[in-house]
């Protein structure tokens, strides 16, 4: 796969991504979405959820963790790609490290709550990392959300 | 309340932590547990179902602030105390951060995993932490669970 067909391939992904965090807009939640991608499908979508089910651990990441392996059927995600739009916190970055995931891709940075601000080792060693990919539209998005709540 | 009377109300509820924690040894999960207490009464308890539910998140600490949010109604834990067996993992300290939990107590430390080996900031600035609490029965327990796996 060339570069620019991965990027393709990335943004194509985030995009599913993108359709979850307007299902969670949609509900009032903070506009976060994540899906799980192995070997070119899209094994499991999730949105935040804190506000609908009073769970402040009920980010997108961790429903979307919970949902790939329990319909997987084991604990670890060695073999898949989390895209996710908006850059993990630090409980979800560790949620990460305990599912081994082979690769993180998020859009947007936290200048907030990003787990590196903490320390990228939050997650497994063997995570590689992108980022940036489609994030105007994820700052615009988480921004617009904020700025509606004050 | 005098410190002995303390001490003896956090020995009677981590004694409760400790029976979730045998509940996940007799299912052959790593034997941890926790409870949630509210004005002295238990509110929620549960413990650790890594492989029972395939999902590397279900922590017991992870596990009793959904059950304790969810049937209390609402995303904080600000009057309540948490009791675990173990130290908790950065997953865990950081959701707890996430309920802005008031008080914090743990029997054993986690040399290998606990989230103080990483920040003790991925807790909540106002929450309280005790720890040592009948530690020794804790890592007992643990090393018989690791060594009959080895």
């Known amino acids: ?56 651990t009920a980010h997108a990441e961790m429903q979307v963790i919970t949902a790939a392996t329990s319909s997987l059927g084991g604990k670890y995600l ?8 908006v850059e993990p916190c630090p409980m979800c970055a ?3 490290y305990w599912a081994q995931l082979g690769r993180l891709v998020y859009a947007a940075g936290d200048p907030k709550r990003g787990y590196t601000l903490v320390t990228p080792n939050l997650l497994h060693p063997k995570t ?4 940036g990919i ?9 921004k617009a959300f904020f700025h509606k709540k004050r």
């Open 78 to 85: 060695g073999d898949a790609t989390l895209y996710v739009t």
């Open 1 to 56: 796969m060339t570069i620019a067909e991965e990027i393709s391939r990335d943004e194509q992904f985030m995009a599913e991504a993108f359709k979850e965090a307007e299902k969670a807009l949609a509900r009032d939640e903070v506009p976060i979405g994540a899906v799980v991608v192995i070997r070119g499908q899209v094994v499991a979508r999730a949105h935040n959820l804190t506000e609908a089910l009073s769970d402040p």
């Open 128 to 131: 590689e990392v992108s980022y």
């Open 134 to 142: 489609l994030a105007p539209r994820a700052s615009k998005m988480m």
């Open 94 to 96: 560790a949620a990460l």
